[in-house]
């Protein structure tokens, strides 16, 4: 005759549910931003994707310029193509004028940040706004669908 131990048992499905728990839903897609560029160079923001799944996305970013600060904003648009004001006292774009998501801001130059957030089907762009970035080039477009 087999004898069981209840205790086993509980344990065994215990340690079970606690796993099913602690396992996200689903992972985080993480998308790699690189902020390159001087003062008085051009300048650019590349990704490692330019279309992403909806969901949360985590953006690993680097600040690869050698003396620069730069930062990264998210930014949803209101569709494909359009075009940031850049205001001319400033050189930068007004931050309350467009829907800005989040941002990884005040990267010295060779440092890292990270962002997460959970982005909708939609266009997006991601932008450095700091004096003079955006018309240097730091802008770059990418696309969230649903699947």
Same mark, same amino acid.
């Given at each position: 005759?087999?004898?069981?131990?209840?205790?086993?048992? @509980?344990?065994?499905?215990?340690?079970?549910?606690?796993?099913? @728990? &602690? /396992?996200?839903?689903? &992972? /985080?897609?993480? +998308?790699?931003?690189? @902020?390159?560029?001087?003062?008085?160079?051009?300048?650019?923001?590349?990704?490692?994707?330019?279309?992403?799944?909806?969901?949360?996305?985590?953006?690993?970013?680097?600040?690869?310029?050698?003396?620069?600060?730069?930062?990264?904003?998210?930014?949803?648009?209101?569709?494909?193509?359009?075009?940031?004001?850049?205001?001319?006292?400033?050189?930068?774009?007004?931050? /309350? &004028? +467009?829907?800005?998501?989040?941002?990884?801001?005040? @990267?010295?130059?060779?440092?890292?940040?990270?962002?997460?957030?959970?982005?909708?089907?939609?266009?997006?762009?991601?932008?450095?706004?700091?004096?003079?970035?955006?018309?240097?080039?730091? +802008?770059?477009?990418?696309?969230?669908? /649903?699947?």
């Amino acid at each position: 005759m087999k004898t069981v131990n209840p205790f086993r048992q @509980l344990f065994a499905g215990l340690t079970l549910t606690a796993m099913t @728990l &602690a /396992a996200p839903a689903f &992972a /985080a897609e993480t +998308v790699n931003v690189e @902020l390159l560029g001087e003062r008085g160079g051009a300048m650019e923001i590349t990704l490692s994707q330019d279309s992403i799944v909806a969901g949360e996305v985590t953006f690993q970013v680097s600040n690869m310029a050698m003396d620069t600060p730069h930062e990264m904003i998210v930014v949803k648009l209101d569709g494909a193509g359009q075009q940031f004001v850049v205001d001319p006292a400033s050189e930068k774009v007004d931050e /309350a &004028a +467009v829907n800005a998501l989040g941002e990884v801001s005040g @990267l010295k130059a060779t440092e890292t940040g990270e962002l997460t957030l959970t982005l909708e089907p939609g266009d997006y762009a991601l932008i450095c706004n700091l004096k003079g970035h955006v018309t240097a080039g730091m +802008v770059v477009p990418f696309t969230v669908t /649903a699947g």
